[in-house]
């Protein structure tokens, strides 16, 4: 079973940035589909985006322009770079991945392996 590892979350300023990792435990899943999934208190989980096997990546139009997605494949990271942020993206933070390499959509049903979450909170 494929493990996912969450790190870099914190507490940061409005407008601030921060940059999450997701350290996968099988090589062959930095070739699959991966995604950043959040959950605030009361809230629904929402995908964030996905980085599919070729590289390409799609956002929530939440995020879009403010947070970028990549890999490291030799060390076997997935990265979320947050930029600009808002009180509104106060979240637990969750990497998710699939067993292929082409990404379906940012729904949460079409992932199957999740990270324990990490969190962001951004506050003045």
């Known amino acids: 079973q494929v493990q996912l590892v969450e790190s870099g979350g914190g507490s940061v300023q409005p407008g601030g940035s921060l940059r999450l990792s997701c350290v996968v435990s099988e090589f062959s899943y930095v070739r699959y589909c991966m995604a950043w999934f959040r959950q605030a208190p009361g809230k629904e989980r929402e995908g964030v985006g996905f980085i599919d096997g070729g590289g390409g990546t799609t956002f929530g139009d939440s995020v879009k322009g403010r947070f970028t997605i990549f890999r490291d494949n030799a060390k076997k990271t997935l990265y979320l770079q947050m930029s600009t942020l808002k009180p509104e993206d106060t979240a637990m933070y969750y990497c998710?991945?699939?067993?292929?390499?082409?990404?379906?959509?940012?729904?949460?049903?079409?992932?199957?392996?999740w990270g324990q979450g990490t969190q962001v909170t951004v506050s003045s």
């Open positions: 998710a991945a699939r067993d292929v390499p082409w990404c379906s959509g940012l729904e949460r049903g079409y992932f199957g392996h």
